[in-house]
């Protein structure tokens, strides 16, 4: 059970605070309900309490998990690339591993992707899924490790910056 003010992290959504616990009567049903505010859009979401784990209600990861992370994005030897993978399969896959909730596999998609950018370029798709799980992996990071959401960011262009040299003009021409 979490408590109130307790950091989680919801799937797809990225991190959010328990702001508080209610019960509410639903359907001639009552119910608890943590109340979760998304840090970073405000979105508050009513998550049953009964319910939190089966929807991937998670607490915030450790510092050896967050540790674990930045090693795994700087590991490439498992890199698959998108041989044989039409983009709807990966689209899928990629969508599917985002809403697990586990930021090994949110961690995986960006990694993946920006990989993938060193040979191709990333459709409009690819493009909106990389920001997402870039926002994801950032924000849980921060909270995991104890720093900027910003640094994090940077770190992480820092790790693939050979990739991102290779199929695109540099940032500051723009």
Known sequence: MFKVNELVV???????????IETQEIGGATADFYIVRILSNN??????VANATNVGLRPV???????????SLKDRSDFTGYTGQ???RRYREYSEKLKSGDLADVA???KELFLIGKDKELSFGERRLLEQAMGLVTMELAYAVGRDQ???RDDIHEMFKDV???GEENDEDE
């Open 164 to 166: 991102m040299d290779n």
């Open 10 to 20: 919801y799937p797809s959504q990225g991190v959010g605070k328990v702001e508080r």
């Open 150 to 152: 910003e640094e994090i």
């Open 108 to 110: 995986y998609v960006l």
């Open 86 to 88: 039409n983009w709807n």
């Open 61 to 71: 990861s450790s510092l050896r998990t967050g540790q674990a992370i930045f090693e």
């Open 43 to 48: 979105v508050t979401l009513m998550v049953p």
